[in-house]
C-alpha cells in the first residue's frame, strides 16, 4: 500500500503575502502619522490662532490661523512634483523616508515654537514656513507611498494593496483628535487652552521614530531595482509636453539634482549600511 506525502500548498498567485502585508503596513502607518501632523493643526486652529496671530481681532485670529492651515494643502501638487522626481533618482524607500523626517520635525517644531507675544511677527512667518513644509512633505510622502506599495504588488492586486493607503487620512485624523480629546481631558480647558495644545504637536516626534525605524526595515522596490539594474531612465514626458513644460523641466532638474545632493549627504550620515540600512 503506497503512501502520499502532503505538501505545503504554494501560496496563490495574488495572494497577500508575509512580505506584503510587511510592506502595506509600514506604508500605510507612515501615511498615517504623516495626517495626524497635517490634522493637528486644523482641529487646533482656533488656539494657534490666538497664540500666533494675538496682534489682530479674533475672528481675524481664526481666518489668518486657517489660510496658514490651508498653505498647506496648496503646496501639496509641487511636493508630489519634487518628491516623485527624487523618487525616480534615489529610490522609493529613501524618498519617502525623508518626507516623513521632514513632516515630524516641522510638527514638533511647531509645538516648541514661541507665540507672538514672545517673538512678534517672526511667529506667524516661521508658523506658515512649517505649515508649507509639511504641505510639501505629505504632498511626496502619499505618492510615494502608493507608488511603493503599488510596485511590490502582484498582477491584479495593486488597486486592492494601494487601496490601504486610501484610509490613512480618515485614521490620521481620527488619531489628533484622541490625541487632543486625552490631553484636554487630562490637563483641563484653561491649562490645555494655555500651553497643553503643544503636547500632540511634540509627542509627534514619538511617531517619528516609530516610523523611521519601520521603514528603516523595508527594502527599495523590487520594479525600481530591476530598471535601475537594467540602466534604464525615467522618462518626464508630462514635464515636457505641459505648456512651460521645457522651462519647468530645466528648473525641476536642477531642484532635483541639488536636493538629491542633500539627500545623499543625508543618507550618508546617517543612515550607512552597518546600520541596517538596505
Not at 503643544?198 to 528603516?216: A, D, K, N
Request: glycine share 10%; aromatic share 14%; net charge positive.
Amino acid at each position: 500500500m503506497s503512501s502520499v506525502t502532503a505538501t505545503p500548498a504554494a501560496p496563490a498567485q495574488g495572494a497577500l503575502t508575509k512580505g506584503h502585508k510587511k510592506v502595506i503596513f509600514a506604508s500605510s502607518l507612515g501615511t498615517v502619522f504623516e495626517w495626524y501632523d497635517f490634522y493637528l493643526y486644523g482641529s487646533l486652529a482656533a488656539l494657534i490662532g490666538k497664540h500666533f496671530f494675538s496682534g489682530l481681532n479674533e475672528t481675524s485670529q481664526f481666518i489668518f490661523a486657517l489660510l496658514a492651515f490651508a498653505a498647506g494643502f496648496a503646496v501639496r501638487p509641487f511636493g508630489a512634483l519634487v518628491f516623485g522626481r527624487l523618487g525616480d533618482m534615489v529610490g522609493r524607500k529613501y524618498t519617502f523616508l525623508v518626507t516623513i523626517v521632514l513632516m515630524g520635525f516641522s510638527t514638533f517644531l511647531v509645538g516648541v515654537l514661541p507665540g507672538y507675544e514672545t517673538i512678534g511677527i517672526a511667529a506667524p512667518i516661521i508658523l506658515i514656513t512649517l505649515r508649507l513644509a509639511q504641505g510639501l512633505a505629505l504632498g511626496g510622502e502619499y505618492g510615494g507611498a502608493a507608488t511603493y506599495v503599488a510596485e511590490h504588488a502582484p498582477n491584479g492586486k495593486r488597486g486592492l494593496y494601494t487601496s490601504f493607503i486610501q484610509t490613512t487620512a480618515t485614521l490620521g485624523l481620527f488619531l489628533s483628535l484622541l490625541v487632543i480629546w486625552a490631553c484636554r481631558n487630562y490637563l483641563g480647558k484653561e491649562a490645555f487652552e494655555e500651553w497643553g495644545w503643544r503636547i500632540p504637536f511634540i509627542v509627534s516626534v514619538l511617531l517619528l521614530g516609530v516610523s523611521v525605524w519601520i521603514r528603516m526595515q523595508l527594502h527599495e522596490s523590487p520594479l525600481f531595482q530591476q530598471m535601475k539594474a537594467e540602466g534604464k531612465q525615467f522618462e518626464h514626458k508630462i514635464y515636457q509636453d505641459a505648456p512651460g513644460g521645457h522651462a519647468f523641466n530645466r528648473l525641476d532638474t536642477k531642484l532635483a539634482k541639488e536636493s538629491r545632493a542633500e539627500i545623499w549627504r543625508f543618507l550618508n550620515r546617517y543612515l550607512k549600511p552597518e546600520r541596517g540600512i538596505q
